[in-house]
């Protein structure tokens, strides 16, 4: 376990890390939550949609089962009226049997005995708690009505139910004297077979209310309502207990004729389910067949409904309110248990990638993210130990193979390594001793070129020399308060390098303009990136503009990828600057900025930056040239 031991400039770049990066993790754990809430109000959401089905269900099945028992009755009555019947006892036992099978079945509302003809042969209607005949001059004929017809083509032991409508008698909505609401019906009509001849039709009226609000109320909680309702969208029941009927099968009726759709117009009766959500309300509505066509004994009235719609809504009055909210803060907050699982396991999860990330390169890591990882003094005393060397690469000119020029790097060699500029340099910036940094490498640029004077090729080529925000401050004063103080002879070879994010402000440019005016060459180095002004570039003649890598294609063949490399030859090469391109490591690239006439190459497909002695070794051999 020794790779879990840390330091102490270890423990300090884990935790400027950990510090740096965090928005990314953050910015993680908000997405997450609102993907949790999301999806834990779907969850929620559907399952309570699963449960409404079921409830639907439910309720239809009951419903089937309520229809069953009330067959059942006719079954037992027209039993009863046969076995008097085949007995021939008078008539008036079967007014008792009627009447004692109506005290029985409360639920029937009317009952009759038709002929062959259509006509009433005794009728009982359901009075105030008890039942009665009615008079015989009160009976109807019903050969004209459109259910005796229907009832004429049932065979032996075959019933006809109606549509599920307000009782009416003689065009009058029949009203319910104990409770003074309309009377919903369902008719079972029968036919009276003894011995295999038809005798005439029993026809039974059965009162539907009750039932209907132990449908609308199946659920027994407050807030969570069933409505049932036909094909064409009437309600047959209702969610106001004043009418709790919505339907009238009379058209020109007004009392009655509220439809599903008042309540809820996002059903859609081309779908046979649905789920919405209206004013708050979680709903979910499936559409049966109608139960009676699917036995050959049950047959439907022309004027029954061919489906039966029930539609399941919770509102903000059912226990399930809070499932109801639809606020990402109430989810949040609901599903906090989750939210914290998810957040600790993000930040855990980010916390080990650090960890592996330091255990792969621990040296690399510590030197990124330890900031302040030298102490200024260290860095003064190692300037002026000379622990900071020159490395030099070359700058190739592509169109004819000479060299144009290097440029002088800064390297630290320390305990043993050569440390790159990425290692140190941001400590130096920020202790301010990037003038007494590039003053260094001048005093040794100065030196290696004693010796550089003895090959011509790298007589005639220029060094550069990177020449920081304090250095350049200095420069450009009257009396320039730096150490790089350039001779006549130094003029001509010694090119200052203006570094990308040097301010070129109007005091600044002036200056300039004065030291171009005394033979002093200045170079910008990785334009495109920092703060070049181009329209002050371009009011200088042999100026050189260093391009950076970023800009230089990778795919020369993709055009987007050329576009800013073409427009810099159009700015620069056409109009007499001296453009060199950086950062350059194929040979397609090399062929491709040749065409485009660029001379200035500097990059690793030629060379790494090198020593002195390594840089005399490469001119000499000049194995450069059968790269081009």
């Given at each position: 376990?020794?790779?879990?031991?840390?330091?102490?400039?270890?423990?300090?770049?884990?935790?400027?890390?950990?510090?740096?990066?965090?928005?990314?993790?953050?910015?993680?754990?908000?997405?997450?939550?609102?993907?949790?809430?999301?999806?834990?109000?779907?969850?929620?959401?559907?399952?309570?949609?699963?449960?409404?089905q079921?409830?639907?269900?439910?309720?239809?099945?009951?419903?089937?089962?309520?229809v069953?028992?009330?067959t059942?009755?006719?079954?037992?009555?027209?039993?009863?009226?046969?076995?008097?019947?085949?007995?021939?006892?008078p008539?008036?036992?079967?007014?008792?049997?009627?009447?004692?099978?109506?005290?029985?079945?409360?639920?029937?509302?009317?009952?009759?005995?038709?002929?062959?003809?259509?006509?009433?042969?005794?009728?009982?209607?359901?009075?105030?708690?008890?039942?009665?005949?009615?008079a015989?001059?009160?009976?109807?004929?019903?050969?004209?009505?459109?259910?005796?017809?229907?009832?004429?083509?049932?065979?032996?032991?075959?019933?006809?139910?109606?549509?599920?409508?307000?009782?009416?008698?003689?065009g009058?909505?029949?009203?319910?004297?104990?409770?003074?609401?309309?009377?919903?019906?369902?008719?079972i009509?029968?036919?009276v077979?003894?011995?295999?001849?038809?005798?005439g039709y029993?026809?039974?009226?059965?009162?539907?209310?009750?039932?209907?609000?132990?449908?609308?109320?199946?659920?027994?909680?407050?807030?969570?309502?069933?409505?049932?309702?036909?094909?064409?969208?009437?309600?047959?029941?209702?969610?106001?207990?004043?009418?709790?009927?919505?339907?009238?099968?009379?058209?020109?009726?007004?009392?009655?004729?509220?439809?599903?759709?008042?309540?809820?117009?996002?059903?859609?009766?081309?779908?046979?389910?649905?789920?919405?959500?209206?004013?708050?309300?979680?709903?979910?509505?499936?559409?049966?067949?109608?139960?009676?066509?699917?036995?050959?004994?049950?047959?439907?009235?022309?004027?029954?409904?061919?489906?039966?719609g029930?539609?399941l809504?919770?509102?903000?009055?059912?226990?399930?309110?809070?499932?109801?909210?639809?606020?990402?803060?109430?989810?949040?907050?609901?599903?906090?248990?989750?939210?914290?699982?998810?957040?600790?396991?993000?930040?855990?999860?980010?916390?080990?990638?650090?960890?592996?990330?330091?255990?792969?390169?621990?040296?690399?890591?510590?030197?990124?993210?330890?900031?302040?990882?030298?102490?200024?003094?260290?860095?003064?005393?190692?300037?002026?130990?000379h622990?900071?060397?020159?490395?030099?690469?070359?700058?190739?000119?592509?169109?004819?193979?000479?060299?144009?020029?290097?440029?002088?790097?800064?390297?630290?060699?320390?305990?043993g390594?050569?440390l790159?500029?990425?290692?140190?340099?941001d400590?130096?910036?920020?202790?301010q001793?990037?003038?007494?940094?590039?003053?260094?490498?001048?005093?040794?640029?100065?030196?290696?070129?004693?010796?550089?004077?003895?090959?011509?090729?790298?007589?005639?080529?220029?060094?550069?020399?990177?020449?920081?925000?304090?250095?350049?401050?200095?420069?450009?004063?009257?009396?320039?308060?730096?150490?790089?103080?350039?001779?006549?002879?130094?003029?001509?070879?010694?090119?200052?390098?203006?570094?990308?994010?040097?301010?070129?402000?109007?005091n600044?440019?002036?200056?300039?303009?004065e030291?171009?005016?005394?033979?002093?060459?200045?170079?910008?180095?990785?334009?495109?990136?920092?703060?070049?002004?181009?329209?002050?570039?371009?009011?200088?003649?042999?100026?050189?503009?260093?391009?950076?890598?970023?800009?230089?294609?990778?795919?020369?063949?993709?055009?987007?990828?050329?576009?800013?490399?073409?427009?810099?030859?159009?700015?620069?090469?056409?109009?007499?600057?001296?453009?060199?391109?950086?950062g350059?490591?194929?040979?397609?690239?090399?062929?491709?900025?040749?065409?485009?006439?660029?001379?200035?190459?500097?990059?690793?497909?030629?060379?790494?930056?090198?020593?002195?002695?390594?840089?005399?070794?490469?001119?000499?051999?000049?194995?450069?040239?059968?790269?081009?």
């Amino acid at each position: 376990m020794s790779f879990m031991k840390t330091d102490a400039s270890e423990k300090k770049a884990l935790k400027q890390a950990f510090l740096r990066f965090l928005p990314i993790p953050l910015v993680v754990i908000i997405l997450s939550s609102l993907l949790i809430s999301f999806s834990y109000f779907n969850v929620k959401k559907h399952t309570l949609m699963h449960q409404q089905q079921d409830e639907i269900v439910s309720a239809m099945l009951d419903y089937r089962d309520y229809v069953s028992y009330m067959t059942s009755i006719v079954r037992t009555i027209e039993s009863d009226y046969l076995a008097l019947a085949a007995r021939g006892d008078p008539e008036t036992d079967f007014e008792d049997m009627f009447m004692s099978n109506m005290l029985e079945y409360p639920i029937i509302d009317k009952l009759q005995i038709l002929d062959l003809n259509g006509m009433e042969i005794l009728r009982l209607n359901q009075g105030d708690g008890a039942p009665y005949v009615v008079a015989e001059e009160d009976l109807q004929d019903k050969s004209d009505r459109y259910f005796y017809q229907e009832t004429r083509v049932l065979g032996r032991h075959q019933f006809l139910f109606s549509a599920l409508d307000l009782n009416i008698d003689n065009g009058v909505i029949d009203i319910n004297p104990e409770t003074g609401l309309a009377k919903p019906t369902l008719r079972i009509s029968s036919p009276v077979d003894i011995n295999e001849q038809r005798f005439g039709y029993l026809v039974i009226n059965f009162l539907m209310r009750e039932k209907l609000d132990d449908i609308r109320d199946f659920l027994n909680t407050e807030g969570c309502r069933i409505l049932m309702f036909n094909e064409n969208g009437y309600l047959y029941n209702d969610a106001d207990d004043n009418n709790n009927f919505g339907f009238c099968y009379d058209e020109g009726s007004t009392r009655y004729s509220r439809t599903i759709y008042d309540f809820f117009p996002d059903v859609d009766m081309a779908e046979s389910t649905g789920f919405f959500i209206h004013d708050n309300k979680l709903c979910s509505y499936t559409l049966f067949s109608n139960i009676y066509e699917r036995s050959k004994d049950y047959f439907l009235a022309a004027a029954s409904a061919k489906q039966l719609g029930f539609l399941l809504y919770y509102d903000s009055q059912s226990p399930y309110q809070n499932d109801l909210r639809f606020s990402f803060f109430y989810h949040l907050l609901a599903s906090w248990e989750i939210q914290l699982s998810a957040w600790v396991g993000i930040l855990l999860l980010y916390w080990l990638m650090l960890r592996l990330f330091f255990v792969f390169d621990r040296m690399r890591f510590t030197d990124l993210f330890a900031e302040n990882r030298y102490a200024k003094s260290t860095l003064r005393q190692a300037i002026r130990s000379h622990e900071f060397v020159n490395y030099y690469q070359p700058i190739i000119n592509i169109q004819d193979g000479t060299l144009l020029g290097i440029e002088a790097l800064s390297r630290w060699k320390s305990q043993g390594q050569v440390l790159p500029p990425s290692m140190f340099i941001d400590e130096v910036l920020h202790y301010q001793l990037g003038q007494m940094l590039d003053e260094n490498v001048f005093l040794i640029v100065r030196e290696d070129r004693k010796r550089m004077e003895k090959y011509p090729l790298l007589k005639n080529a220029f060094i550069s020399i990177n020449c920081c925000q304090q250095t350049f401050n200095s420069l450009i004063k009257e009396q320039p308060t730096t150490l790089i103080r350039l001779t006549e002879e130094e003029k001509t070879y010694i090119v200052l390098e203006l570094l990308e994010n040097i301010v070129f402000n109007q005091n600044s440019q002036e200056r300039i303009r004065e030291l171009y005016k005394h033979n002093i060459i200045f170079a910008i180095d990785d334009f495109g990136t920092g703060n070049s002004n181009v329209a002050f570039i371009r009011s200088f003649e042999n100026l050189k503009v260093k391009i950076d890598r970023t800009f230089v294609p990778v795919d020369t063949t993709n055009r987007k990828e050329r576009v800013i490399i073409e427009a810099f030859v159009k700015m620069f090469i056409d109009q007499g600057l001296k453009m060199i391109v950086e950062g350059v490591e194929t040979p397609e690239q090399i062929q491709y900025l040749k065409k485009l006439g660029i001379q200035g190459v500097q990059g690793f497909y030629f060379s790494h930056p090198m020593t002195i002695d390594q840089l005399i070794e490469f001119i000499e051999k000049q194995e450069y040239r059968t790269k081009l």
